[in-house]
């Protein structure tokens, strides 16, 4: 590992930690309306935004993104598949499901590189083939033994792969994406509010505690995209393809020691054959790594 790496290594350590340990932070709230949850977060994460926007100077980049019709159109939709992950995931942890949620995130690497395949034209090796094929067979297992289709593993790798295809094709940074993001939610985030607050559905006897954990929910989002944003400068692609892996290890640690789920002899042979799969995905990145430094080096 080169002084670069070890620079970065430690906001990229805490991004994916922090990523990691944030279902704690929504089993908290698993008592508030989920609705009300989704439109905080849109919220604060919208004046948190605005602030590091601010400090860092990057207003320019918000008004050449919005001055883009392009751009626009791909923030619409890159919009809408945010506004799904946070809410399958939300439903996740706060429905017990926080296996499936880290299931969706193991198999977020496989998918991004068959979305690449079909629509970027990059091409599938070998390696990469087998793990594709174990992933879809552990899977399979799952559906043919429980007897149903993880939709929400499936829902979360699929919306998290296309959110990542469509920024491929944008010139945005991630703080400028995700602050347009959340302004275009921000309407509806406010028409939620008003009308649980209007009501007076989620209000009553609610404490200075609570809202201050409602509001909490900025830093939950954003904090982590900010060390993310540093260690992406520094370190290398192929060390934060594994760094990766953290967050949804943690999430499965997390659904199996602290809140008990359960974890079916068919919904572990699913991992046993994603594990699988990411061992090949991973050893092909670290081969080919290692054979373009050295062609480089020749």
Same mark, same amino acid.
């Given at each position: ?142 559906? &043919?033994?429980? $007897? ?7 829902? =979360?790798?699929?919306? +998290?792969?296309?959110? %990542? *295809? @469509? ?89 199996? &020691?602290?809140? $008990? ?7 572990? =042979?699913?991992?046993? +054959?994603?594990?699988? %799969? *990411? @061992? ?19």
């Amino acid at each position: 590992m080169n002084m670069s790496d070890n620079k970065g290594m430690v906001p990229a350590l805490s991004a994916y930690i922090l990523w990691g340990i944030a279902p704690i932070y929504f089993k908290w709230m698993a008592d508030e309306n989920p609705l009300d949850i989704i439109a905080n977060r849109v919220l604060w994460s919208v004046i948190l935004l605005a602030i590091v926007i601010s400090v860092m100077g990057k207003w320019g980049n918000v008004k050449a993104a919005l001055s883009s019709m392009k751009t626009v159109r791909t923030l619409l939709a890159t919009t809408l598949l945010i506004a799904v992950n946070w809410s399958v995931f939300i439903y996740a942890i706060a429905t017990d499901r926080m296996l499936d949620a880290s299931l969706g995130y193991y198999i977020n690497p496989l998918l991004s590189v068959t979305l690449a395949y079909f629509f970027l034209n990059e091409r599938l090796n070998k390696m990469q083939v087998i793990a594709l094929v174990l992933a879809v067979v552990g899977v399979s297992i799952q559906v &043919f033994e429980l $007897g149903y289709l993880p939709w929400i593993s499936i829902l =979360l790798a699929s919306s +998290f792969g296309f959110y %990542g *295809l @469509f920024h491929k094709k944008t010139p945005t940074d991630s703080f400028t994406s995700l602050f347009v993001e959340t302004s275009l939610l921000l309407p509806i985030a406010l028409a939620v509010m008003t009308y649980l607050y209007g009501s007076s559905i989620v209000i009553s006897d609610r404490d200075s505690s609570t809202w201050l954990m409602f509001m909490l929910a900025g830093p939950v989002t954003t904090l982590p995209l900010l060390l993310f944003s540093m260690a992406s400068k520094t370190v290398k692609l192929s060390t934060l393809g594994f760094l990766q892996y953290i967050g949804p290890t943690m999430i499965l640690g997390l659904a199996i &020691f602290v809140y $008990g789920e359960v974890l079916e002899p068919a919904k572990g =042979l699913t991992f046993i +054959f994603i594990w699988a %799969g *990411l @061992f090949l995905y991973g050893f092909d990145s670290v081969r080919r790594d290692a054979k373009r430094r050295k062609q480089l080096k020749n």
